[in-house]
């Protein structure tokens, strides 16, 4: 069965218009449209507890490392080790997403990517709870 020429040209994209209309974007058009998608992406995340439990913890800790670091270097470290948790549990969902959308049935491939997604987030807030554990120690020891 063929379809009537102006349904068949609807149901498929221009040899030459591509698939994504932010591929096209340049400049400031595409620095604001990014701009959404990202803000849209922490939207996204806040709706997952872990992301938003340590984003609750950011707003503390972020404020303190202000504080407790000597320095710039130390102040820099202690936040950034902090957005840097934020950062890897984004990455993490994003890859627990894109492999729930492939299907809900059970793959080995799909728990090892997911395992190592929340390996990741695990590597990370150890990292983070070193360099702060070293702060503390050197301010109060």
């Known amino acids: 069965m063929t379809l009537p020429n102006?349904?068949?040209?609807?149901s498929r994209p221009a040899i030459n218009q591509p698939v994504n209309p932010q591929?096209?974007?340049t400049g400031l058009n595409?620095?604001?449209?990014?701009?959404g998608y990202s803000m849209a992406g922490l939207r996204?995340?806040?709706?997952e507890t872990a992301f938003?439990?340590?984003?609750?913890?950011?707003m503390l800790l972020i404020p303190l490392s202000l504080w407790l670091g000597?320095?710039?270097?130390e102040t820099a470290l202690l936040a950034g080790s902090i957005i840097a948790v934020m950062v890897v549990e984004l990455l993490n969902t994003a890859?627990?997403?894109?492999?729930?959308?492939?299907?809900?049935?059970?793959?080995?491939?799909?728990?090892?990517?997911?395992?190592?997604g929340s390996?990741?987030?695990l590597l990370s807030l150890l990292l983070s709870i070193g360099i702060w554990g070293a702060a503390l120690f050197h301010r109060f020891a």
């Open 23 to 25: 591929k096209d974007r």
């Open 70 to 73: 000597r320095n710039w270097v």
């Open 30 to 35: 595409r620095m604001w449209h990014a701009t």
């Open 119 to 121: 390996a990741a987030v």
């Open 44 to 47: 996204a995340g806040w709706n």
């Open 95 to 116: 890859v627990e997403t894109a492999i729930d959308r492939i299907g809900p049935e059970w793959h080995d491939l799909s728990k090892r990517a997911k395992d190592m």
């Open 52 to 58: 938003r439990q340590e984003s609750l913890a950011a």
């Open 6 to 10: 102006n349904i068949a040209a609807k």
